[in-house]
C-alpha cells in the first residue's frame, strides 16, 4: 500500500465544473509534489511546495492552482479545464526539496477526464 | 542539460525468462543520483531503487539486480525468472545535487510484458 493517498482515483468533469483533486501523507515529509502524467509519457512536474510554501511552479495555466493547507496535505484545485487536460495526476512527497538523496515516494493518482 | 535514455519502447518475453532494461544518462555534474521506479496498471509509482555517483557497486534485491557502470553512463536494470506480476512500465530517472529532489528527470520508461 503507498504511503502517499490521493482521493478520487477517478473524476470526469465538464469544462465548466469546479474540482478538487487531494493528496495526503504522514510520513513526516517537508516537500510535495504534482506531477502530471499523460498516456505513455513520463511524469510532468507541475508544482513543488516545501515547508508548506510554493517553491516552483512549472509554467504551469492559472486554471490549474495548488493549495497546501498543512505539511500532509497536498490540493489541486480545477477550474475551466480543457479535454487536453485530461491525464493521471500523481501526488509525491519527499523528506526534503534540497535533498537530492531522498527518493520521491508517490500516490496511485488521480485519472482525471474532461469532457 | 540532463538527459535519460530508456531506448527499449516495449519488450514482452515469456514467464521465467530473464530480462534487462536499458538506462543510459547525461549529465555534467559529478555527484547525482539515479533512481529506478516500477508503474503497474494501477498508476502509481513504485520506487525501486537508488544509486549515488561515487558507488558504482552492483546491488542485487532478490529476483531484481542494477549494474551502474559510470564509464559508459548506464544504470541496466535485470529481472532474473521473471513473473506476471512483473508486468509494468518501468522509469529510470537521474537527479543532480544542485537541484534537488525536484529535479528529477524521467526516461521515456520501457514498457516490459511477462506472458504466462
Known amino acids: 500500500d503507498t504511503e502517499v493517498t490521493q482521493t478520487p482515483k477517478h473524476l470526469v468533469m465538464g469544462m465548466t465544473n469546479k474540482k478538487s483533486l487531494k493528496c495526503e501523507q504522514h510520513?513526516?515529509?517537508?516537500?510535495m509534489y504534482w506531477y502530471k502524467q499523460k498516456a505513455k509519457k513520463p511524469p510532468e512536474l507541475m508544482f513543488v511546495?516545501?515547508?508548506?510554501?510554493?517553491?516552483i511552479n512549472e509554467s504551469v495555466p492559472s486554471r490549474f492552482s495548488p493549495e497546501c493547507p498543512n505539511s500532509s496535505l497536498l490540493n489541486l484545485h480545477l477550474h475551466a479545464l480543457q479535454p487536453e487536460d485530461s491525464a493521471l495526476y500523481l501526488c509525491?512527497?519527499?523528506?526534503?526539496?534540497?535533498?537530492?538523496?531522498?527518493?520521491?515516494?508517490f500516490g496511485n493518482g488521480t485519472r482525471l477526464t474532461v469532457t | 542539460a540532463q538527459k535519460v535514455t530508456q531506448a527499449q519502447t516495449e519488450i514482452s518475453v515469456v514467464e521465467k525468462e530473464d530480462v534487462t532494461l536499458d538506462c543510459v544518462y547525461e549529465?555534467?555534474?559529478?555527484?547525482?543520483?539515479l533512481f529506478w521506479y516500477k508503474q503497474p496498471p494501477s498508476g502509481e509509482l513504485v520506487f525501486l531503487i537508488r544509486?549515488?555517483?561515487?558507488?558504482?557497486q552492483n546491488e542485487i534485491s532478490g529476483r531484481y539486480s542494477w549494474n551502474f557502470q559510470k564509464s559508459t553512463s548506464s544504470f541496466n536494470f535485470t529481472i532474473t525468472a521473471s513473473q506476471v506480476v512483473d508486468s509494468a512500465v518501468y522509469f529510470c530517472?537521474?537527479?543532480?545535487?544542485?537541484?534537488?529532489?525536484?529535479?528529477?528527470?524521467f526516461g521515456k520508461g520501457t514498457h516490459l510484458i511477462i506472458q504466462p
Open positions: 530517472a537521474l537527479s543532480e545535487a544542485p537541484r534537488g529532489a525536484d529535479g528529477l528527470t
Open positions: 544509486r549515488n555517483s561515487f558507488d558504482e
Open positions: 509525491a512527497s519527499s523528506q526534503a526539496r534540497e535533498d537530492v538523496n531522498s527518493p520521491l515516494h
Open positions: 510520513m513526516g515529509h517537508r516537500a
Open positions: 549529465t555534467r555534474d559529478t555527484t547525482y543520483y
Open positions: 511546495y516545501s515547508y508548506e510554501k510554493l517553491s
